[in-house]
Nanobody, 121 residues
């Protein structure tokens, strides 16, 4: 069945950059909107960014606008999140998700297992 696998997480110092990726299989990737969510310890999962199936529309949480960029390569069944100017408050487990359309709630159809991103101060 559908599977989403994140990669690229790790430890980075404040002000640094990191790019995480999500490879999808078992679904028609080009037909799905893709999104990124994150969850820090003791906090609820929150929306970070999303991109439409065509890649023509992108969405960002206010907290990451101007710093993060979402993109997708349908030929590679991959969605990316480029994270620049990272802050300690960006530290979280980042989850990749797929859905029939972009929504800002967490009710997305498919989810990856997450990638840990830690930003040190």
């Amino acid at each position: 069945q559908a599977q989403l696998v994140e990669s690229g997480g790790g430890l980075v110092q404040a002000g640094g950059s990191l790019r995480i990726s999500c490879v999808a299989s078992g679904l028609t990737f080009s037909s799905y909107a893709m999104g990124w969510f994150r969850q820090a310890p003791g906090k609820e999962r929150e929306f970070v960014s999303a991109i439409s199936w065509s890649g023509t529309s992108t969405y960002y949480a206010d907290s990451v606008k101007g710093r993060f960029t979402i993109s997708r390569d349908n030929a590679k069944n991959t969605v990316y999140l480029q994270m620049n100017s990272l802050k300690p408050e960006d530290s979280a487990v980042y989850y990749c998700a797929a859905h029939t359309m972009v929504i800002r709630t967490t009710a997305w159809r498919y989810w990856g297992n997450g990638a840990l991103v830690t930003v040190s101060s």
